[in-house]
């Protein structure tokens, strides 16, 4: 993928690998197997002059220590490198491992991506998601004209797809038009739907013609065209192969002896789709084994008032069909999403846009020194605060900066959903200890490792005094992100200016309560109860 994408690839591997790798690849085979120190004398050459790196299973399995010891002392020694360290296995929270610097953990899927963060100690947000990929080409060994005809014509972002093989001059005869109306009806009813029509005999002038006529029509690929050395025949495995990658067959024909790519179309484990109205196809293919049309034939006549409003009937049928038969479907999704190019451009590509940077001073500060103070008891004083609060939440709500989550128990019988986000690991494991019906995330607010309006309410209470003012409209900008309402509240304190206290890396801030209003930039509505005062958002 890296390659065929513009990039340059380096290999770094054992002293014994004599595997054969994609053209392009330079291949470093010089990893020894001693302590971190050796490892990293030997490789630090190659990566100081790379932009990112990526590992397999390195960072995760303990076997490979000595190399993420490695990787520790270059990561320190070339902070302008990103890291991006696969973990090819389910994440085990039971063995957890070193975070390792300007690093991102890449897991195989979206369910364990919170157990792959919780592994390592960092922040969801620094967790994402490549899925192994398997495209056709490989896995059938194609030959690469097919490779080269698919791409051109992106026959893998599909819906459906249908090969037809066929010869040219019986076109009409084979229900050609008809198959084309069909693929018409499907993408007028929200698919991308394609037939590629494998037209053999198509040297004749007027057929060419003909071929060009019938190509005006965009989801309608012929093969002639595409290949004009094979305008008279196209090879078998050039049928096969797409055949490979097809949902549906249509045998529109009006007259058949026994179709041999119907037989071939059998072997791939498509759909098919059969002419009622030639009593022969029920032979080969009963109306449990396919989808049958009345088309009229030789032998039978039907005449459609309108046909193209038969075939947008029929069209829903076949949508429904697939839709119903797991296997197809699941075929089809495999091709769409586990591709490469889908993966590169969906998934890997953006990973490595990603901007790959360790914690801030004060933040770290706060990781290592903040107080636990979990469950430590009724806290009265700001009951009244957890209250309005608690009544003001609807839905799925989110808690930043929850701490000692003392606003669950307010909101835990009427909530639909609660998750809290901390930058202090300590809360975190005692809320996953203490909650466990909760989710517990580590991650900052600055970045919050969450999709747009996931949650129904973010809340934030006593945050924005651990902020400096510059982060507060990137902090709020994030809250409104993820919610379709946010709550700010917090004990009123009248300062003219922020101070902060330096000794603890500028986390504990006394400021103008005009940098929160500023910061959230749009009308909003106040709550105040005793000293606190709450902002609706």
Request: proline letters at 6%; hydrophobic letters at 40%.
């Amino acid at each position: 993928m890296i390659t065929e994408n513009g990039h340059e690839c380096h290999f770094i591997t054992h002293k014994n690998f004599r595997e054969k790798v994609p053209e392009g690849v330079k291949v470093y085979p010089v990893l020894p197997n001693p302590d971190g120190v050796e490892v990293e004398k030997t490789c630090s050459d190659i990566i100081s002059t790379l932009d990112a790196v990526l590992t397999h299973d390195v960072a995760y399995m303990s076997v490979y220590n000595n190399h993420a010891a490695a990787i520790k002392l270059i990561a320190e020694a070339n902070p302008q490198i990103k890291w991006f360290h696969w973990a090819h296995s389910a994440p085990n929270t039971l063995e957890q491992r070193e975070a390792l610097p300007n690093s991102i953990y890449v897991g195989m899927n979206y369910s364990d991506l919170r157990l792959l963060a919780q592994q390592f100690g960092v922040p969801v947000a620094r967790c994402q998601v490549v899925y192994n990929p398997r495209s056709p080409d490989i896995f059938h060994a194609w030959h690469k004209e097919t490779k080269e005809f698919v791409d051109t014509h992106k026959l893998l972002e599909c819906d459906i797809l249908m090969t037809y093989p066929l010869d040219t001059g019986r076109f009409d005869a084979k229900g050609g038009s008809d198959v084309m109306l069909l693929v018409d009806c499907l993408n007028e009813q929200g698919k991308n739907a394609k037939v590629v029509f494998v037209n053999a005999a198509a040297n004749d002038p007027e057929r060419k013609k003909k071929v060009e006529k019938w190509s005006e029509n965009k989801n309608t690929v012929f093969t002639s065209k595409a290949f004009p050395q094979w305008a008279h025949t196209a090879p078998n495995w050039f049928v096969h192969e797409l055949m490979q990658i097809s949902d549906v067959f249509p045998l529109f024909s009006i007259s058949e002896g026994c179709s041999l790519t119907m037989l071939e179309a059998g072997l791939s484990g498509v759909l098919f789709l059969l002419n009622e109205d030639f009593p022969p196809m029920l032979e080969f293919a009963n109306v449990d084994e396919a989808m049958y049309f009345k088309l009229g034939s030789t032998r039978q006549k039907t005449n459609h008032v309108n046909r193209k409003e038969y075939m947008a009937e029929r069209a829903k049928w076949l949508i429904y069909e697939l839709a119903t038969n797991k296997a197809l479907r699941f075929k089809r999704k495999v091709l769409k999403t586990f591709n490469r190019q889908w993966i590169w451009e969906n998934q890997l590509a953006p990973l490595l846009e990603l901007n790959v940077v360790t914690p801030r001073p004060h933040e770290e500060w706060w990781t290592k020194n903040a107080p636990i103070t979990f469950l430590d008891g009724y806290d009265e004083a700001r009951e009244p605060l957890f209250k309005l609060v608690a009544g003001m939440c609807d839905g799925n709500v989110l808690d930043v900066g929850a701490g000692s989550c003392k606003l669950y128990p307010y909101l835990k019988d009427t909530a639909k959903s609660y998750t809290m986000l901390e930058i202090t690991k300590k809360f975190v494991l005692a809320a996953r200890k203490t909650y466990p019906e909760i989710n517990a995330d580590y991650g900052t607010i600055l970045d919050l490792p969450y999709k747009d309006k996931q949650f129904d309410t973010s809340v934030a209470i006593a945050l924005f005094r651990h902020l400096r003012p510059e982060d507060m409209p990137k902090a709020m900008s994030e809250l409104m992100r993820v919610a379709d309402k946010t709550i700010i509240g917090w004990a009123l304190i009248p300062q003219d200016k922020p101070t902060y206290v330096k000794e603890q890396g500028f986390v504990d801030t006394v400021f103008n309560v005009d940098d929160v209003k500023t910061a959230i930039g749009k009308p909003f509505k106040t709550h105040k109860v005793g000293r606190y005062e709450v902002y609706e958002i």
